[in-house]
């Protein structure tokens, strides 16, 4: 697996890794009652920089998660990206970097009702990071429509990264495994698409993109909304509606759009190749415009990097 790195940030100081630990009776240990985020820091040209993709929004959304849990911090966004900062020059390695917060619930304050509740349960935070590169294999992802559905808001909400949530993706990845392929797609309880395991859906007819909606059930992704804008700076029309998995079967294009993945060609779904079975263009140019941007090789005009100097 991944590197960890030398350094965390646990429950408000700097810490070796090793020493970075939690108790067994941790609440989200036992009931997944935890929420956490991936955010990437790319080497900049030269080496002797990193830059931070969309750190503040990435930790306004960690805020919404821990929010939705009832896991209150002591800090803010602005004190999580400075602690962040902080920790990719503690650890100083100029190699791509992934970044892991982590909010959670530990354990039940004197006087708390016993049960699985979230109110009067202290809450606790970290960051760790590994090294870590995109990791999406270079020809393309070969990826099944899952039997797994993803929950319903009703039933457990996947607008916010709750740890729990997790073992939807788990279960729909390790069966994608099983049979040879690289990840799932999964529909939501409408039987609509909603997102692969960690990374939403995108399909490309001729020079229209099209993605499922927040209402669909998914996890709003911060790469999904940068490849919105992409898109516009290079006159791609983008619908945001419902999305029936016949329409990705007959795209052009399919791509998987993540902090982690990157954006990834899907070039097999469900048995069938996708267009001719290879990347296509309009994913293609996407890929490149967004590693151009990561890479702080194109204007970045909206403010999307934290530059880290590493010494
Ligand atoms: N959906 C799910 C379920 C995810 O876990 C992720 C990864 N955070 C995504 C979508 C993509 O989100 P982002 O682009 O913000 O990484």
Redesign the pocket.
């Known amino acids: 697996g991944p590197a960890v790195t030398t350094w965390s940030w646990h429950e408000g100081s700097f810490m070796s890794t090793a020493e970075a630990r939690v108790p067994l009776t941790t609440q989200a240990l036992q009931y997944g009652t935890g929420v956490f985020?991936?955010i990437r820091a790319y080497v900049l040209p030269g080496g002797r920089e990193l830059a931070v993709f969309r750190l503040d929004d990435?930790y306004r959304?960690f805020l919404r998660s821990c929010r939705l849990l009832r896991i209150d911090l002591p800090y803010d966004a602005d004190d999580l990206a400075r602690a962040t900062v902080e920790l990719l020059r503690r650890n100083a390695t100029a190699a791509d970097t992934y970044i892991r917060p982590l909010g959670y619930k530990l354990s039940m304050l004197a006087g708390t009702r016993p049960g699985v509740g979230l109110a009067g349960v202290s809450d606790a935070v970290s960051v760790s990071t590994f090294l870590m590169g995109h990791y999406a294999p270079p020809g393309g992802l070969r990826c099944a429509v899952s039997s797994w559905r993803r929950p319903a808001d009703g039933v457990l909400p996947?607008r916010a990264?709750v740890c729990g949530?997790?073992v939807n993706?788990a279960l729909a990845l390790d069966e994608a495994r099983a049979a040879g392929l690289d990840d799932a797609i999964l529909c939501n309880e409408r039987g609509q698409v909603a997102?692969?395991?960690?990374?939403?859906v995108f399909a490309v007819s001729g020079n229209r993109l099209v993605t499922p909606a927040a209402t669909a059930d998914?996890?709003?992704?911060?790469?999904?909304?940068?490849v919105r804008e992409l898109a516009g700076d290079i006159g791609l029309a983008c619908e945001v509606r419902d999305v029936q998995r016949s329409e990705l079967l007959v795209a052009d294009e399919v791509f998987l759009?993540?902090?982690?993945l990157g954006i990834a060609p899907v070039v097999e779904l469900a048995g069938r190749p996708i267009g001719d079975g290879t990347p296509g263009p309009v994913t293609r140019l996407l890929s490149e415009r967004y590693t151009a941007l990561v890479r702080g090789e194109l204007d970045d005009d909206r403010g999307w990097l934290t530059r880290v100097p590493l010494n």
């Open positions: 985020e991936g990435h959304r996947v990264k949530g997790y993706s997102e692969a395991t960690t990374a939403n998914i996890l709003e992704g911060i790469t999904r909304d940068t759009t993540g902090t982690g």
